[in-house]
């Protein structure tokens, strides 16, 4: 695999539908199977997961999708970067995959970083995300990419709240 990486925005609607669902099943499969749940298919996920992979337009249509691909047009990784929070709350950084093939060659911090740089564009102060405790690797990630512990936003046993200040 080629380690020239090219970040797009996804757009509905073009060849690499199927590839960006895949994508997504990967992260929410991983997810799922950390917490315990056999998940084979999309059939599998809880509902607003599953969702995301069958109609990913509808399910992030408020956000963007970056995409990563290799020089050849490979989909190798994706993240997703919400709108702003109308209660002024930055806007979120989710779903953040990479295929394992292609970990190793800087893809998610190219993807972090685009998202952080849309984020700025837009004219939000940072992002955020959330992460499970067990991540610890993905942790690491976050704040070598220039995240930092925040205090948490959601209730959900297990997760860290991290923060990235743009500008």
Known sequence: MTSTIVLELWSPGTPVDA?????LFGYHRQTEQEKGR??????????????????TAAAFADCSLLLARTA??????CVVLTAAGSDGALPEVKRLWVDPAARGLG??????????????????????????EWREGAIRLYERAGFVRTDSWDDREGLICLERVTG
């Open 19 to 23: 590839a960006v669902a895949s994508l």
């Open 38 to 55: 056999a998940v084979e298919t999309a059939a599998d996920l809880p509902e607003r997961y599953r969702t995301e992979v069958e109609n």
């Open 72 to 77: 050849d047009g490979e989909p190798v990784g």
């Open 107 to 132: 893809v998610a911090t190219a993807l972090l970083d685009a998202a952080a740089e849309r984020a700025h564009r837009r004219g939000d102060g940072g992002v955020r995300l959330s992460v499970w």
